[in-house]
């Protein structure tokens, strides 16, 4: 599975275009996710010339564990379990605040 398609290509936003916007009103473009494990990242910013997004990434299924930061979504889409690809694209995720996407997951506010 393409982890970002041309369609969200289309609509993400570059690197920094959200900075200075409350982080709650931060428009989270897709959501991707471990299905044998807890993590889950959502991206809110895209570089398609160097595969790095920007977003809020949850990597033990809390917010303890949870930061903004950089992905490679060329590394994310190298791992591997049993020969399949480890990390998926949430194909009914709509574009919405990154507030309410989180809120929606862990039942938190940002």
Do not use: H
Request: aromatic residues 14%; charged residues 30%.
């Amino acid at each position: 599975m393409k982890l970002i398609t041309k369609e969200i290509e289309k609509q993400i936003p570059a690197l920094y275009s959200q900075d200075g916007k409350e982080m709650a009103d931060v428009i989270c473009y897709a959501k991707l996710f471990d299905p044998y494990g807890q993590s889950f990242w959502f991206l809110t910013e895209y570089d398609p010339n160097e595969k790095l997004a920007f977003g809020w990434a949850c990597l033990g299924g809390d917010t303890d564990n949870a930061e903004f930061g950089y992905v490679s979504i060329a590394e994310l889409e190298e791992i591997r379990f049993m020969g399949k690809p480890r990390i998926e694209r949430d194909k009914y995720f709509k574009p919405c605040p990154l507030g309410k996407a989180v809120k929606e997951r862990l039942d938190v506010v940002i």
